[in-house]
């Protein structure tokens, strides 16, 4: 099994409709962080957590808002949807005996149509 | 602000033909720099961090060499399914030590 797990792996949603990105990790890494990437812009960060009750923006947080439940969970909300938030999302943890290196999920293909 | 310069954005080689991948970067002051392997529809692999510059590592046909403004992903005697996109990235010592990508250079191994 993958130490960072995202669900769901590949969504198709519609134009307004709320969509939520789950995410769990079991490497004990007390941060999380969502990316989001498109095709010649690399990875942008949307949100990252320090601990439980650390929640911060990144560089493009509007339209996003995340839930940190438990230190192994953190999910990604997008209120109302829109077709320019289609993209590959990741989830990612470090921490720990890893230091500052960023471990990254599977991602997650979101569709807006 | 940090910023990552990742080239070229493609490279094609042959099966064998060793050679260069470069990542130049600005950061106010570095905290690590990060090699990572991106296969398509995947989650990007972590291969290295290099912290100061003159430090070097190595895994299999990859090493990753650090100088103050640079950073070189040297690949050897390359396989087929060594292609992938590689990605570097940079933390710095400021704000909440972000992390800042580069676009990555994607590498094809041809047989």
């Known amino acids: 099994d993958a130490d960072v797990t995202q669900t769901p792996r590949n969504r198709i949603t519609k134009t307004g409709k709320r969509i939520m990105l789950e995410c769990s990790q079991t490497?004990?890494?007390?941060?999380m962080y969502w990316y989001r990437q498109d095709p010649g812009l690399g990875l942008r960060l949307i949100y990252y957590s320090f601990d439980v009750k650390d929640i911060n923006k990144g560089e493009i947080s509007d339209g996003y808002s995340v839930s940190r439940q438990a230190q192994a969970k953190f999910s990604l909300s997008l209120e109302s949807a829109i077709p320019n938030q289609t993209a590959l999302y990741f989830c990612?943890?470090?921490?720990?005996?890893?230091?500052?290196?960023?471990?990254f999920g599977e991602g997650s293909w979101l569709t807006v149509v | 602000e940090d910023q990552v310069t990742q080239s070229p954005e493609a490279l094609r080689l042959q099966e064998g033909e060793s050679s260069s991948l470069n990542c130049s970067y600005t950061v106010s002051g570095l905290r690590g720099l990060f090699w990572y392997r991106q296969d398509p529809g995947k989650g990007p692999e972590f291969l290295f961090t290099?912290?100061?510059a003159g430090e070097e590592k190595e895994k299999e046909r990859l090493k990753a060499t650090l100088t103050k403004k640079e950073s070189f992903l040297h690949i050897t005697a390359p396989k087929p399914e060594d292609s992938a996109t590689y990605l570097c990235a940079v933390q710095g010592l400021g704000g909440y030590q972000k992390v800042t990508f580069g676009t990555g250079t994607k590498l094809q191994v041809i047989p």
């Open positions: 990612a943890t470090s921490g720990g005996t890893s230091g500052n290196t960023i471990y």
């Open positions: 290099l912290y100061s």
């Open positions: 490497k004990g890494h007390d941060r």
